[in-house]
């Protein structure tokens, strides 16, 4: 297996990919957006849309475009920054 780490988890790449379609369709739903009208406003195609939708397969630069149409880049952008480090001491929870 090389140097390859893996961690623990119960969440499978599959299931983020699940999610993920899942929140796009529900925004896209919320804001009254057939299918073909996301296709126009994103560049994805209406069948990469349905796909995605029923399957979770689409790139990262289509699922870059489609949520910039249904949700604010910033909140997407937010996962790239480094997660704060836990406290390790009780000082430190306490925040002296």
């Given amino acids: 297996m090389g140097n390859t780490l893996k961690r623990l988890s119960l969440v499978?790449?599959?299931d983020v990919q699940q999610r993920l379609a899942a929140a796009v369709k529900r925004q896209r739903k919320a804001?009254?957006?057939s299918r073909a009208a996301l296709?126009?406003?994103s560049?994805?195609?209406a069948p990469t849309?349905?796909?995605f939708e029923s399957t979770g397969q689409i790139s990262l630069r289509q699922f870059i475009l489609l949520w910039h149409c249904v949700d604010e880049l910033e909140r997407?952008?937010?996962l790239s920054k480094a997660p704060k480090p836990a406290p390790r001491t009780i000082e430190e929870v306490?925040?002296?």
Avoid: M
Wanted: aromatic share 0%.
């Fill in 31 to 33: 804001l009254r957006l």
């Fill in 43 to 45: 560049t994805v195609t």
């Fill in 49 to 51: 849309i349905k796909r």
């Fill in 12 to 14: 499978t790449p599959s």
């Fill in 94 to 96: 306490l925040g002296q």
């Fill in 39 to 41: 296709a126009k406003t």
């Fill in 76 to 78: 997407l952008a937010a």
